[in-house]
């Protein structure tokens, strides 16, 4: 849209004013027009690609630093997708919860094998259970407790905050949850 603005203008101011200041022949106006307009149409695309080039660095970075964020923190940090498949687990989650990764990511979260439970290890009604809450009420949980324990392991007792996550079209792609490991502080 800029760029047919600009030659637009370019073209009325080169009719009514700037031919008339060169003294040429038809033939050399049309290829100073063209000469011209060739030239701030390259300037406006190089400028343009150098944008969007320095905006991609900038995402690259933003990326690379979130990231860096994730695969760092303590805390864990697992994201679901809207089918309650694990799509991201980062590397304090697999310590927490006692599976790698890669036995997480790519799986729905009850093939794990994990008996999720209240705190004091009774079990949640359907309606109750964290995960159908989240998704039914699609608001944000904070300080959630629960036990969490895979066949033949001792419970871990978790704090966990989880929030629907939302697109930039305000579908919901998913769940991300956070949680750590308070079982030592309810002893």
């Given at each position: 849209?800029?760029?047919?603005?600009?030659?637009?203008?370019?073209?009325?101011?080169?009719?009514?004013?700037?031919?008339?200041?060169?003294?040429?022949?038809?033939?050399?106006?049309?290829?100073?027009?063209?000469?011209?307009?060739?030239?701030?149409?390259?300037?406006?695309?190089?400028?343009?690609?150098?944008?969007?080039?320095?905006?991609?660095?900038?995402?690259?970075?933003?990326?690379?630093?979130?990231?860096?964020?994730?695969?760092?923190?303590?805390?864990?940090?697992?994201?679901?997708?809207?089918?309650?498949?694990?799509?991201?687990?980062?590397?304090?989650?697999?310590?927490?919860?006692?599976?790698?990764?890669?036995?997480?990511?790519?799986?729905?979260?009850?093939?794990?094998?994990?008996?999720?439970?209240?705190?004091?290890?009774?079990?949640?009604?359907?309606?109750?259970?964290?995960?159908?809450r989240v998704l039914r009420e699609e608001r944000n949980f904070y300080d959630?407790?629960?036990?969490?324990?895979?066949?033949?392991?001792?419970?871990?007792?978790?704090?966990?905050?989880?929030?629907?996550?939302?697109?930039?079209?305000?579908?919901?792609?998913?769940?991300?949850?956070?949680?750590?490991?308070?079982?030592?502080?309810?002893?």
């Amino acid at each position: 849209m800029k760029i047919t603005l600009l030659y637009l203008l370019m073209g009325i101011a080169w009719t009514f004013y700037l031919s008339d200041i060169f003294h040429a022949s038809e033939k050399m106006k049309d290829l100073y027009f063209l000469s011209g307009t060739t030239l701030l149409i390259y300037g406006l695309i190089n400028h343009s690609v150098k944008t969007v080039r320095r905006s991609e660095e900038a995402l690259k970075g933003n990326e690379k630093r979130l990231n860096e964020i994730l695969e760092t923190n303590p805390c864990g940090v697992v994201l679901l997708d809207k089918e309650e498949v694990i799509a991201y687990a980062n590397p304090a989650a697999s310590g927490i919860l006692g599976v790698k990764r890669s036995q997480m990511i790519g799986r729905h979260y009850k093939e794990i094998g994990w008996e999720i439970t209240q705190a004091d290890g009774k079990p949640f009604s359907e309606e109750d259970h964290p995960g159908n809450r989240v998704l039914r009420e699609e608001r944000n949980f904070y300080d959630v407790e629960c036990a969490v324990a895979l066949p033949g392991r001792k419970p871990v007792i978790l704090s966990f905050n989880s929030a629907p996550l939302r697109d930039a079209g305000g579908g919901r792609p998913g769940t991300v949850v956070a949680f750590i490991d308070i079982t030592e502080r309810r002893k």
